[in-house]
């Protein structure tokens, strides 16, 4: 343990580095002694806002800073306890519950292709099978890779995310400044700066809608996903936001390719579920996928009515809602509310993590958290989720 705690604070740079290194030896110690440590000593750390690179363990740097009376370099880095128990704390936040043995809930949306040691960590993960949700057009074959690696536990997705709607234009020729929108003065630039468009260079759709499309019909087993709305993203390194009507006309585009080839769905939604549910509602019956996944659903109890009722001609009954604990979670009360208004043969979870060894702690809190909110066993719970993600993708 000390010796993997040197390793890990010697390849960091020195402005990330824990100010009191003893506390990521006790980490470190804490997670090996639950025989949870599933990474090579020689792995780097990443904190801060750092990017990670391929294979890097990233730890939060401010959970890791100390709490209690700032370090004595003359008495040994010695802390009070309230660090020791912080240290604790730490490791629950991070690794979380483990899934008991032989319990395997079924994840139905995560982010598993982000994670450069996937492939080696799927197999210890006590999860069922797993949606991996691809998120752009560059990360589809990561999601294709370890679908082929692991055909029976990895359901492959296809999508693009809100988040990356910018580079993905539908009409060939747009340009990237006609897909978003900018405050007159946002970072001293306006929609028709070259700044901006060189930032904001979207890929022609020549280049991606065939390809979805091809991989959906390579993957028959496969999903449309993840896409959706999302009015609170920004584009990275700006204060523009991509427009709504672009973000609408890509649900439309991706609701049209699931109804042509009979696919499910994962669809994302931030503030915009009063838009969302009205697009919904006019394409009718006949223009939907077969089942649509309200993925972390955050919208009111009342939402859930209007989407499993207030769709035409029975529609409703294609609507399920799933839930996670890393977007869901920040609000318990509200998460139990919603849990609780969810009928029980439409209710999902999820890890929605791109972390492979956080998703078991992840889906084992959802899990908990179903089984307050319905008022049944954990494992009832688990084995209702379960059954309802097998009827979400047959139908």
Same mark, same amino acid.
């Given at each position: 343990?000390?010796?993997?705690?040197r390793?890990w604070?010697?390849?960091?740079?020195?402005?990330?580095?824990?100010?009191?290194p003893?506390? +990521?030896?006790? !980490?470190?110690?804490m997670?090996c002694?639950l025989?949870?440590?599933?990474?090579? $000593? %020689?792995?780097?750390i990443v904190?801060?806002?750092?990017?990670?690179?391929? =294979?890097a363990a990233?730890l939060?740097r401010?959970?890791?800073?100390?709490r =209690?009376?700032?370090?004595?370099?003359?008495?040994?880095?010695m802390?009070r306890?309230?660090? @020791?128990?912080?240290?604790?704390?730490?490791?629950?936040?991070?690794?979380?519950?483990?899934?008991? $043995?032989?319990?395997? &809930?079924?994840?139905?949306?995560?982010?598993?292709?982000?994670?450069?040691? #996937?492939a080696?960590?799927?197999?210890?993960?006590?999860?069922?099978?797993? #949606?991996?949700?691809?998120?752009?057009?560059?990360?589809?074959?990561?999601?294709?890779?370890?679908?082929?690696? !692991?055909?029976e *536990?990895? &359901?492959?997705?296809?999508?693009v995310?809100?988040?990356?709607?910018h580079?993905?234009?539908?009409?060939? =020729?747009?340009?990237?400044?006609?897909l978003?929108?900018?405050p007159?003065?946002?970072? /001293?630039?306006?929609?028709?700066?070259?700044?901006?468009?060189?930032?904001?260079?979207?890929?022609?759709?020549?280049?991606?809608?065939?390809r979805?499309?091809?991989?959906?019909?390579?993957?028959?087993?496969?999903?449309?996903?993840?896409?959706g709305?999302?009015r609170?993203?920004?584009?990275?390194?700006?204060?523009? %936001?991509?427009?709504?009507s672009?973000? @609408?006309?890509?649900?439309?585009?991706h609701?049209?390719l699931?109804?042509?080839l009979?696919?499910?769905?994962s669809?994302?939604?931030?503030?915009?579920?009063?838009?969302?549910t009205?697009?919904?509602?006019?394409? =009718?019956?006949?223009?939907l996928?077969?089942a649509?996944?309200?993925?972390?659903?955050?919208?009111?109890?009342?939402?859930?009515?209007q989407l %499993?009722?207030?769709?035409?001609?029975?529609?409703g009954?294609?609507?399920?809602?799933?839930?996670?604990?890393?977007?869901? /979670?920040?609000n318990?009360d *509200?998460? +139990?509310a919603? &849990? #609780?208004?969810?009928?029980?043969?439409?209710? +999902?979870?999820?890890?929605?993590?791109?972390?492979?060894h956080?998703? /078991?702690?992840? +889906?084992y809190?959802?899990?908990?958290?179903?089984a307050?909110?319905?008022?049944?066993?954990?494992?009832?719970?688990?084995?209702?989720?379960n059954?309802?993600?097998?009827?979400?993708?047959?139908?």
């Open positions: 343990t000390t010796r993997l705690c390793d604070t010697r390849r960091a740079p020195s402005h990330t580095r824990p100010r009191h003893s506390t +990521l030896k006790l !980490y470190a110690r997670r002694c025989g949870r440590l599933a990474l090579p $000593s %020689t792995l780097p904190t801060g806002r750092q990017t990670p690179a391929a =294979g990233v939060p401010r959970r890791l800073l100390t =209690g009376r700032r370090c004595n370099r003359r008495s040994g880095c802390r306890a309230s660090d @020791l128990r912080h240290a604790a704390s730490t490791m629950r936040q991070m690794d979380g519950p483990t899934i008991p $043995s032989g319990l395997e &809930i079924a994840d139905a949306h995560c982010h598993a292709q982000d994670d450069g040691n #996937a080696a960590l799927l197999p210890r993960v006590h999860a069922g099978r797993m #949606a991996v949700m691809g998120t752009r057009d560059d990360d589809w074959d990561a999601v294709s890779r370890l679908h082929a690696e !692991y055909p *536990k990895v &359901i492959p997705c296809f999508g995310h809100p988040w990356f709607a580079c993905h234009a539908i009409h060939p =020729g747009s340009r990237a400044a006609d978003v929108d900018v007159e003065r946002a970072d /001293g630039m306006s929609r028709a700066s070259p700044e901006l468009s060189a930032l904001l260079d979207s890929t022609p759709s020549c280049a991606w809608q065939p979805l499309k091809s991989l959906l019909v390579q993957h028959p087993t496969a999903l449309v996903g993840e896409f709305l999302d609170a993203a920004v584009v990275p390194g700006t204060k523009a %936001t991509v427009s709504l672009h973000q @609408l006309a890509l649900v439309e585009m609701l049209s699931a109804v042509e009979q696919r499910p769905v669809m994302h939604c931030v503030r915009a579920y009063g838009h969302m009205e697009l919904l509602r006019a394409r =009718g019956a006949d223009k996928p077969p649509i996944m309200m993925h972390s659903y955050g919208g009111s109890v009342d939402g859930i009515s %499993t009722r207030g769709l035409p001609h029975g529609a009954d294609r609507v399920y809602f799933s839930f996670s604990s890393v977007i869901n /979670g920040k318990r *509200k998460l +139990l919603r &849990i #609780a208004a969810v009928p029980d043969d439409r209710l +999902l979870l999820e890890s929605d993590q791109s972390f492979v956080e998703m /078991g702690g992840c +889906l809190s959802i899990a908990a958290a179903a307050e909110a319905k008022g049944w066993p954990l494992e009832k719970a688990v084995h209702v989720a059954n309802n993600f097998e009827a979400f993708l047959n139908k």
